[in-house]
């Protein structure tokens, strides 16, 4: 059974930053490409930022870009996603997504396995 459990989030003032976790069990990680998605209140799911599997080169959304980055290691089975420069809309509940094939994508449907979320607030 696929898991997948992020941690990291929590209260954060304009202008800082966070890192975000997602330790990923249950499937080959190291073939596995990932990405990152954020719900805000009474917004739909949001792509934020996708991490290839062959050569862990990742792509993010223009919201987020040059803020976010998104990041892997294979040998801990974990996801990562840095933000940066933090905005109060950045808040959100982020979730991580293992996809399949070769390349991240940046649709809900390129993803079949979900974390729970964890909570980002920025406050200003």
């Known amino acids: 059974q696929v898991q997948l459990v992020e941690s990291g989030g929590g209260l954060v003032q304009a202008g800082g930053s966070l890192r975000l976790s997602c330790v990923v069990s249950g499937r080959m990680f190291s073939l596995t490409p990932m990405g990152w998605f954020r719900q805000a209140p009474g917004k739909g799911r949001e792509f934020v930022a996708g991490?290839?599997?062959?050569?862990?080169?990742?792509h993010v959304s223009d919201s987020v870009k040059g803020r976010f980055t998104g990041s892997r290691d294979n040998a801990k089975n974990t996801v990562y996603l840095q933000m940066n420069s933090l905005k109060p809309e950045d808040t959100a509940v982020y979730y991580c997504a293992a996809g399949h094939g070769i390349i991240a994508g940046s649709s809900e449907s390129d993803f079949d396995s979900w974390g729970q979320g964890t909570q980002v607030t920025v406050s200003s």
């Open positions: 991490i290839n599997w062959s050569d862990g080169s990742t």
